[in-house]
Each structure stands twice: as C-alpha cells, then as structure tokens.
C-alpha cells in the first residue's frame, strides 16, 4: 500500500515543449521550399538555353488586355547582327565585359541618386522572362538570384536573342519581327543600320515613340545609338554575341 500511495502522490510528468518540434517543423519545411525554388530555378533556366520561351507574363497580361499582341520569334541567325549591336549599344554597352551586374553604372546611377538606370541587359532579360513589371523589393531580390544564374547557363548570344523576341517595341508590339514589319515592313535581315538605331532609340519608351515616325528626340538619339554599334564593333565590344 505503501508503494501504491507513493506512486499515486507523485506529481504527473511535464508534457514535452512543443516549441522545439514546431521550429524545427518550420526550419525543415523552409529549406524544403528553398530547395524547390533554387532547383525549380536551375531547371527552368537551364531548359530556356534550348526552348524558346512560348510568352512572358508580361506579354500575357497585354494580350489579355489588348485581345491580341503582335509577337513571332526569329533567330539570331535571321537579325539583323546591326540591330543587336545597336541594341547592346543603347541599353547596355559594357555587356560582353559584365558577368551581368554593370558595377561601375551602378556606382556612376548611385552617385547621380538614382535618377538614371542602371540595368543590364541581362537584368531586363531576366525580368522580361521570368518575373513582372511592377517594381518591388520582392522583384528586386529574385532578379539579383536569377541575374548571374542566367549569365552562368545562357551564352552571351543567347542572352541578346532572348531579350530582342521578348522587348516591348509598341503597344501589342514584342519583338523584333514584329517591330521590323509593324515600323518598316521589312524581315528583321533586312534592317538597315538607320532602321535598327530608331528601333533601338524607342526602346526605353516604346508605347509613347515612334520609329517610323521619330521625333528629333528620337532621330538624335538614334544617331548617337549608331555610332555606339560601331565603336562597340570596332573595339570588339561585340565580339561575345557575334557569329
């Protein structure tokens, strides 16, 4: 009896934290995701050197606006290489020096207090294809993950080809088989130099310029992008996407 009554004072055993486990839960389910997204992203990326992207979700999101985009892909063998280099020249010019973050314009925007851009040409690819226009911090962290992943797995040419079939070149108007043929009724060979510097010029505005009917805005910048295209072919700034 002794024994019984001695058993039944004892107070009952504190019930384990569950605290720990439920951390632990989280920690493990975070790396879990983590690891689903970074692979997901290796996979997608890697896959996109080969496949060309069928639509964006940018080019999506106009078509469901507008009822129909303009948009058909074309080669790189089949641009015009004045149009890539006068591209290169407007919107990123170091882009064969870069490992996709342009530093030195980084600096030179940060310095000025960020009144200009500072985006390469392989950050507008990635933004392009994989993520939105809006501008967030979210946006922002998923393009510095994805930038030197792209610069990793996709050649320099690929790079270019990309960012030239997806570019917005109008309303409803992306890439530049539809650009060729919407400003100039010609096949994106056939571009002239004069042609490929107004297409490029329209770029960082192109809902609200016009190519085919430039403004002398447009006419001199497009003036100063073709003599960018032939510095950058001189010094062989154009050699990493070239034949």
Sequence with gaps: MTFIKEIMSQEPAPAPDEAPLLLSLLRHGLQSFLIVIIGGSIAVVFLLNWVNPATTYYIWQEKQRLGNV????TPMDDIAP????????????????????DIAAIRTAL????RRGASTLTQQ????VFLWPARSWVRKAF???????????????????????????????FGVHAASQYYFRVEPKNLTAVQAARLAAILPSPKTRSASQPTSYVRARAVAI???AATILKDQRSACFED
């Design 70 to 73: 303009e948009a058909l892909w």
């Design 82 to 101: 004045v149009l890539a280099r006068s591209v290169v020249a407007a919107e990123d010019a170091n882009f064969c020096l870069h490992w996709g973050f």
């Design 111 to 114: 310095a000025d207090g960020g």
């Design 125 to 128: 690819t990635v933004k392009n």
């Design 143 to 173: 393009e510095a993950i994805l930038t030197p992943l792209v610069e990793v797995l996709w050649p320099k040419r690929r790079i270019v080809e990309i960012y030239l079939n997806v570019a917005e070149f109008g309303t409803g108007v």
């Design 226 to 228: 073709a003599d960018g």
